[in-house]
């Protein structure tokens, strides 16, 4: 342009400049989001169409949508699998427009006969034939960086709910506890969102797994960590693997709609095909045969080049058999690794946990992780994988928003960060930390004094034939005391026998990346002969239960018990152990003080001293920590295995007997697919040396009402001891093999249950000669028994669990020994278990 002259836009061009933009003004432009109605979690995948053109998009994992048209459009429709359609009007221009579906009432998938093959069906036998080129666990090795986000909600309160004081003081002090995230105004109150940063490492050959979490923020009423809800919040647990045939969830294994055996458990459809990114896909939803069974009903796209799966969605039907559970959803993305096989990029889980009453509350539980900077086919060392989750000392440090702003994959919606305030404010108010502390009374039986807790409260009262009544009162310290030492404690008081009995003990903890610890403990107290603490410790229901009724072969002791615990590596754990106890019997007994003489004087107490030396090999056993002890969530696939040796030692502060013992133990689990799941336990004991038979292998009874899985039902307490034995626990759960197959017995939901219990055992000579005919006194002794002529002892049974959701009847036959004195021949025993 020349100086002093004028520029002269030519018509042409400025028609060209704004064509689109006049084309445009005509058409139809919306950009939106879909939500649950209920949970306001995005619904990815779902189909955006503008109505009767073949317009369409499908919303992206986080449920966000872009649709265009330049043809004149009136409505746009939203469909998802599993929810009812919508529709809303549209106009000419740019506008925002956000759909909430509602969950569908599904019902049965008519069967309809083709000539012909599915067409779905040749997709899936190439997805299964391929299987092994995606399937990430053919990976040598991978890790990866991922952010992990939790949310736990109250959802569907109640009217009546609602007008309890407790919800009434939260409503003065927020200015509302509604989240409507519904168009019908349904209210969530958050309870906690956590947030967690990690490391993940996975190795094939040995099968490894760690997860190195490097940062958490972790906000919610009445969670004080001690180290427990840092392991939990990260990735580990919430990973799902549908190349897998059988999806383990919530202790429950759920069929694969790709797996080897789907046809037997799914109807599919071939709905369509669509490029996914730039991957080119075919779409199948898959529905289950029958609503009682543990599968999904959703929809999954799988590429047509690799004939890998792309992303599925897939959710439970609330009729399958699981307890509590409205839906289970899992939504993810999957994505090519550098080496081959896919792995998830995004996930998204839900548990919608249904009320317990019609005036109650349901609650909802999101799990969100996303995955980036994969490296695959590094594996490293076999000692890096010691510890299933490590959490770093630093990992609480970073709470401000800036950090995590920078470690977050995607930003936090405007909805989470309103969470953080509100469960602020909640937990704030007294009447809720007096609800809080209510509740973890009853989950933990402790009442928590800050440093101190108080209980447990399920032993504070027992009345048997030896005591009278029983009252006690106990104690350990907590986390918050010490994060190396624990102190615990209780003082009873029987006032049949008049008799004062206590305990006080400590554990230090010396490392907790080999979990190591020590400990020593010293007891006055009076217990049932077979009852050794080392079983029946981890379950306090039987063990307060076997302190009621007639207490047959009751004795007090005082022992001292000290030893030394530590995970070499992981999976394998080495413990040592001494042991000094006393045996005074409340019964009639009696052994010879010298068994080759005839004439020799008959004694009925005596003291031991003893240290063991053991083993336990659990390659696939999960822990976590909480504060200062370490808990078990399972032994997983592989068997553990503990191999123990004991000498005893005389002359030892009094004690009385040299002897050898080996005890080996084998526990599993088996997943045995359409049967179900079976738990084997396997013990085999020898004993060296002639003892008393208190001192041999004392197999443990039952006569409590209830079924005990680690005891022998209809055997009575004492009535049979082995220095040479084998013993299996065998439980078999089907699940809904039968009853889901029985018209209407179905929406019962019973789970068919078996058992067998036995025993092989002997006992020799010299140890028959350490039995008593009499007591000191001169009294008939009450003998205990020993197998015969290699005749076993076996129990039988059947039963139906998950009665009204809570009860379990087992029907017990005893088969052997059925002369013995006062024997059950068959027994009906009634339990209460809490199982989903």
């Given at each position: 342009?020349?100086?002093?002259?004028?520029?002269?836009?030519?018509?042409?061009?400025i028609?060209?400049?704004?064509?689109?933009?006049?084309?445009?003004?005509?058409?139809t432009?919306v950009?939106?989001?879909?939500?649950?109605?209920?949970?306001?979690?995005?619904?990815?995948?779902?189909?955006?169409?503008?109505?009767?053109?073949?317009?369409?998009?499908?919303?992206?994992?986080?449920?966000?949508f872009?649709?265009?048209?330049?043809?004149?459009?009136?409505?746009?429709?939203?469909?998802?699998?599993?929810?009812?359609?919508?529709?809303?009007p549209?106009?000419?221009?740019?506008?925002?427009?956000?759909?909430?579906?509602?969950?569908?009432?599904?019902?049965?998938?008519?069967?309809?006969?083709?000539s012909?093959e599915?067409?779905?069906?040749?997709?899936?036998?190439?997805?299964i034939?391929?299987?092994?080129?995606?399937?990430?666990?053919t990976?040598?090795?991978?890790?990866?960086?991922?952010?992990?986000?939790?949310?736990?909600?109250?959802?569907?309160?109640?009217?009546?709910?609602?007008?309890?004081?407790?919800?009434?003081?939260?409503?003065?002090?927020?200015?509302?506890?509604?989240r409507?995230?519904?168009?019908?105004?349904?209210?969530?109150?958050?309870?906690?969102i956590?947030?967690?940063?990690?490391r993940l490492?996975?190795?094939t050959?040995?099968?490894?797994?760690?997860?190195?979490?490097?940062?958490?923020?972790?906000?919610?009423?009445?969670?004080?960590?001690?180290g427990?809800?840092?392991?939990?919040?990260?990735?580990s647990?919430?990973?799902?693997?549908?190349?897998?045939?059988?999806l383990?969830?919530?202790?429950?294994?759920?069929?694969?709609?790709?797996?080897?055996g789907?046809?037997?458990?799914?109807?599919?459809?071939?709905?369509?095909?669509?490029?996914?990114?730039d991957d080119?896909?075919?779409?199948i939803?898959?529905?289950?045969?029958?609503?009682?069974?543990?599968?999904?009903?959703?929809?999954?796209?799988i590429?047509?080049?690799?004939?890998?799966?792309?992303?599925?969605?897939?959710?439970?039907?609330?009729?399958?058999?699981?307890?509590?559970?409205?839906?289970?959803?899992?939504?993810?993305?999957?994505?090519?690794?550098?080496?081959?096989?896919?792995?998830?990029?995004?996930?998204?889980?839900?548990?919608?946990?249904?009320?317990?009453?019609?005036?109650?509350?349901?609650?909802?539980?999101?799990?969100?992780?996303?995955n980036?900077?994969?490296?695959?086919?590094?594996p490293?060392?076999?000692?890096?994988?010691?510890?299933?989750?490590?959490?770093?000392?630093?990992?609480?440090?970073?709470?401000?928003?800036?950090?995590?702003?920078?470690?977050?994959?995607e930003?936090?919606t405007r909805?989470?960060?309103?969470?953080?305030?509100?469960?602020?404010?909640?937990?704030?108010?007294p009447?809720?930390?007096?609800?809080?502390?209510?509740?973890?009374?009853?989950?933990q039986?402790?009442?928590?004094?800050?440093?101190?807790?108080?209980?447990?409260?399920?032993?504070?009262i027992?009345?048997?034939?030896?005591?009278?009544?029983?009252t006690?009162?106990?104690?350990?310290?907590?986390?918050?005391?010490?994060?190396?030492?624990?102190?615990?404690?209780?003082?009873?008081?029987?006032?049949?026998?008049?008799?004062?009995?206590?305990s006080l003990?400590?554990?230090?903890?010396?490392?907790?990346?080999?979990?190591?610890?020590?400990?020593?403990r010293?007891?006055?107290?009076?217990?049932?002969?077979?009852?050794?603490?080392?079983?029946?410790?981890?379950?306090?229901?039987f063990?307060?239960?076997?302190?009621?009724g007639?207490?047959?072969?009751?004795?007090?002791?005082?022992?001292?018990f000290?030893?030394?615990?530590?995970?070499f590596?992981?999976?394998?754990?080495?413990?040592?152990?001494?042991?000094?106890?006393?045996?005074?019997?409340?019964?009639?007994f009696?052994?010879?003080?010298?068994?080759?003489?005839?004439?020799?004087?008959v004694?009925?107490?005596?003291?031991?001293?003893?240290?063991?030396?053991?083993?336990?090999y659990?390659?696939?056993?999960?822990?976590?920590?909480?504060?200062?002890?370490?808990?078990?969530?399972?032994?997983?696939?592989?068997?553990?295995?503990?191999?123990?040796y004991?000498?005893?030692?005389?002359?030892?502060?009094?004690?009385?007997?040299n002897?050898?013992?080996?005890?080996?133990?084998?526990?599993?689990?088996?997943?045995?697919?359409?049967?179900?799941?079976?738990?084997?336990?396997?013990?085999?004991?020898?004993?060296?040396?002639?003892?008393?038979?208190?001192?041999?292998?004392?197999?443990?009874?039952?006569?409590?009402?209830?079924?005990?899985?680690?005891?022998?039902?209809?055997?009575?307490?004492?009535?049979?001891?082995?220095?040479?034995?084998?013993?299996?626990?065998?439980?078999?759960?089907?699940?809904?093999?039968?009853?889901?197959?029985i018209?209407l017995?179905?929406?019962?939901?019973?789970?068919?249950?078996?058992?067998?219990n036995?025993?092989?055992?002997?006992?020799?000579?010299?140890?028959r000669?350490?039995?008593?005919?009499?007591?000191?006194?001169?009294?008939?002794?009450?003998?205990?028994?020993?197998?015969?002529?290699?005749?076993?002892?076996?129990?039988?049974?059947?039963?139906?669990?998950?009665?009204?959701?809570?009860?379990?009847?087992d029907?017990?036959?005893?088969?052997?020994?059925?002369?013995n004195?006062?024997?059950?021949?068959?027994?009906?025993?009634?339990?209460?278990?809490?199982k989903?």
């Amino acid at each position: 342009m020349h100086p002093g002259k004028s520029m002269r836009t030519h018509p042409l061009l400025i028609l060209f400049w704004f064509t689109p933009a006049l084309l445009f003004s005509q058409g139809t432009e919306v950009k939106g989001k879909v939500t649950d109605a209920i949970s306001g979690e995005a619904i990815p995948f779902a189909s955006v169409m503008f109505k009767n053109t073949t317009l369409g998009v499908t919303t992206d994992f986080e449920g966000n949508f872009l649709l265009r048209s330049n043809v004149p459009v009136d409505s746009i429709l939203v469909t998802s699998v599993g929810y009812n359609p919508r529709i809303k009007p549209v106009k000419p221009g740019q506008q925002l427009i956000n759909f909430q579906l509602d969950e569908a009432i599904t019902n049965l998938k008519e069967l309809v006969v083709k000539s012909g093959e599915n067409p779905a069906y040749k997709i899936l036998r190439q997805v299964i034939k391929n299987k092994e080129l995606h399937d990430k666990r053919t990976l040598s090795a991978y890790e990866c960086d991922v952010y992990t986000k939790i949310e736990i909600d109250v959802n569907q309160i109640s009217e009546k709910l609602r007008q309890k004081k407790v919800m009434k003081k939260i409503a003065q002090v927020l200015d509302s506890i509604d989240r409507v995230v519904g168009e019908d105004g349904k209210p969530i109150l958050p309870l906690s969102i956590t947030e967690s940063y990690s490391r993940l490492y996975y190795r094939t050959n040995p099968l490894l797994k760690t997860e190195d979490i490097l940062n958490t923020r972790i906000n919610g009423i009445g969670l004080n960590d001690g180290g427990s809800v840092n392991q939990l919040v990260g990735s580990s647990f919430q990973e799902y693997n549908f190349y897998q045939n059988r999806l383990p969830i919530l202790g429950k294994h759920f069929e694969s709609p790709i797996a080897e055996g789907g046809r037997l458990y799914y109807e599919y459809d071939l709905m369509d095909s669509l490029y996914i990114g730039d991957d080119y896909c075919y779409r199948i939803d898959f529905f289950p045969k029958s609503p009682a069974e543990l599968a999904f009903t959703g929809r999954m796209w799988i590429t047509k080049k690799e004939f890998a799966l792309r992303q599925i969605e897939a959710s439970t039907d609330k009729r399958a058999n699981i307890n509590f559970i409205n839906k289970i959803q899992i939504q993810q993305e999957l994505m090519p690794t550098p080496s081959g096989p896919w792995m998830p990029k995004k996930n998204r889980v839900l548990f919608n946990v249904s009320p317990l009453s019609k005036n109650s509350a349901g609650m909802l539980a999101k799990f969100y992780s996303s995955n980036k900077n994969i490296v695959t086919d590094q594996p490293h060392p076999s000692s890096f994988y010691n510890k299933r989750v490590q959490v770093e000392e630093s990992a609480n440090s970073h709470q401000d928003d800036k950090f995590w702003d920078s470690l977050r994959h995607e930003p936090l919606t405007r909805t989470e960060k309103n969470v953080y305030r509100m469960i602020d404010t909640v937990k704030s108010i007294p009447i809720v930390k007096t609800y809080v502390d209510i509740f973890k009374i009853l989950v933990q039986g402790y009442y928590n004094l800050n440093q101190v807790e108080v209980g447990p409260y399920i032993s504070s009262i027992a009345h048997n034939g030896v005591e009278g009544i029983r009252t006690q009162m106990g104690f350990r310290t907590n986390y918050s005391f010490s994060k190396k030492m624990t102190y615990h404690g209780m003082v009873a008081y029987g006032f049949g026998d008049d008799r004062l009995k206590y305990s006080l003990g400590m554990r230090r903890t010396l490392s907790r990346h080999h979990w190591t610890t020590t400990g020593v403990r010293y007891t006055h107290d009076i217990t049932r002969l077979g009852l050794d603490p080392e079983v029946v410790s981890n379950n306090p229901l039987f063990l307060a239960a076997a302190r009621w009724g007639r207490f047959v072969r009751a004795y007090y002791y005082d022992e001292v018990f000290a030893y030394a615990k530590r995970e070499f590596v992981r999976g394998f754990t080495g413990r040592v152990a001494v042991h000094h106890w006393s045996f005074d019997p409340t019964y009639r007994f009696g052994f010879p003080s010298n068994p080759s003489d005839t004439t020799s004087s008959v004694r009925n107490q005596f003291i031991n001293a003893e240290v063991f030396f053991e083993a336990r090999y659990a390659m696939s056993e999960t822990f976590f920590q909480n504060g200062n002890e370490r808990l078990s969530l399972g032994i997983g696939k592989k068997p553990a295995i503990t191999l123990r040796y004991t000498r005893g030692v005389k002359g030892v502060a009094g004690s009385n007997f040299n002897y050898d013992k080996l005890m080996l133990n084998i526990d599993q689990r088996l997943n045995m697919g359409l049967l179900g799941n079976a738990f084997i336990t396997i013990n085999s004991e020898y004993i060296f040396n002639q003892l008393p038979y208190p001192l041999l292998t004392v197999h443990l009874g039952n006569r409590t009402p209830t079924y005990t899985p680690f005891t022998f039902n209809l055997m009575n307490y004492g009535e049979f001891a082995s220095d040479c034995s084998v013993s299996m626990h065998y439980r078999q759960y089907f699940e809904g093999l039968i009853f889901n197959r029985i018209p209407l017995m179905s929406r019962l939901k019973w789970r068919l249950v078996g058992t067998a219990n036995v025993i092989y055992g002997s006992m020799r000579q010299a140890n028959r000669q350490m039995i008593s005919e009499l007591t000191p006194n001169g009294e008939p002794a009450l003998k205990t028994g020993y197998f015969t002529n290699g005749k076993p002892y076996l129990e039988l049974g059947y039963g139906v669990e998950n009665i009204f959701k809570l009860l379990r009847i087992d029907f017990v036959h005893r088969l052997t020994y059925l002369d013995n004195k006062n024997v059950r021949k068959f027994g009906i025993l009634l339990s209460v278990q809490f199982k989903l």
